[in-house]
């Protein structure tokens, strides 16, 4: 498919949609010097790659904040044995060295299982505070329904991948102290009023009008790619080369969906501005301070 789009002369690329099949196309668009927007995790130094997704570490740090203040200082991990899966925990740990946090227990599985017992029984001898899951559905909502089903009495908390409607549908009814690392744009009517607050209500009234569908973080990640490429291009900046430099030299700040972007810093990932921690209640998200 990616190479198909650089036959036909396109000056930017907006994809692809998992860590594994980015990493697919990530070179061929480095080679052609093509603007490549992506909507899953990268990791390169080109400097026309754009990631529109935060990064493991945004999100681990946005989660380790959430633990300073519950005072939680034991965790267990658990994540699935993919491309994704097994790159949030090394950014984990290094934030978790300087906050004194504490990972009593690591668990993985196939991001194909469909029981995670054995693992989440492993976890609960730890006596972990809290249960880290890094994975997309469905193992992700599969987990959730094993950790209910072993009656434990402590939250657990899902990485972005999670913040999405077939979580939700996975775990319908039976949620308690379910917790992911989700978009703002999900709980934007429980925020306080604000210019960014203000941009996320029109994106998700605007998808909503055309999809009959609530939008989440990855609807965000996509809009602030094809964004991106067409503030550039509306800027005169028409060809390739052109879009890599305005955004890198000229735009280098963005005020997106996801969150702030500042190329100045990293093309790597988005803020964290645009990440909360989301529980749920009656089936659907529930912003937890």
């Known amino acids: 498919a990616m190479d198909r789009l650089l036959s036909e002369g396109v000056v930017a690329v907006v994809g692809a949609t ?4 980015t990493a697919a196309i990530l070179p061929k668009a480095v080679q052609a010097k093509i603007p490549l927007f992506t909507v899953a ?10 990631v529109m997704t935060p990064s493991s570490k945004t999100v681990a740090v946005q989660i380790v904040d959430w633990l300073k203040k519950k005072n939680i200082t034991k965790v267990a ?8 899966g ?28 469909t029981d995670m017992t054995v693992q989440l029984t492993n976890v609960k001898k730890a006596n972990p505070e809290v249960v880290i899951v890094w994975s997309r559905t469905p193992g992700a909502g599969i987990v959730a329904r094993n950790y209910k089903a072993l009656g434990f009495d402590i939250p657990m908390i899902q ?3 999670s913040a999405n409607q077939g979580f ?22 429980q925020l306080p009023d604000s210019d960014q607050v203000k941009k996320l209500k029109e994106f998700r009234d605007a998808f909503k009008a ?14 602030d790619g094809l964004s991106l490429a067409v503030t550039a291009i509306k800027a005169g900046k028409t060809t390739p080369e052109e879009i890599t430099s305005y955004l890198n030299n000229e735009l280098v700040t963005y005020q997106g969906i996801t ?21 749920i209640e009656n089936n659907t998200w529930k912003y937890s301070e």
């Not at 995790?41 to 754009?50: H, I, K, M, R």
């Not at 740990?93 to 299982?113: G, R, S």
């Not at 055309?210 to 939008?215: I, R």
């Open 18 to 21: 998992q860590v594994s099949t």
């Open 41 to 50: 995790p990268a990791n390169t130094d080109a400097d026309s790659v754009f």
């Open 259 to 279: 969150g702030t972007f500042d190329f100045s810093q990293t093309r790597l990932t988005s803020q964290p501005d645009g990440l909360a921690v989301l529980s």
């Open 86 to 113: 097994v790159e949030g925990l090394p950014a984990f740990e290094e934030l978790a060295k300087t906050e004194n946090i504490e990972i009593v227990a690591h668990e993985e599985f196939d991001a194909t299982a």
């Open 159 to 161: 990485s972005t991948a």
């Open 168 to 189: 939700l549908d996975q775990v319908k009814d039976n949620n308690e102290g379910l917790h992911v690392s989700g978009s703002k744009l999900s709980i934007a009517d």
């Open 210 to 223: 055309e999809y009959n569908a609530e939008p989440d973080l990855f609807a965000a990640h996509t809009h």
């Open 77 to 84: 991990w658990i994540n699935a044995k993919d491309a994704f």
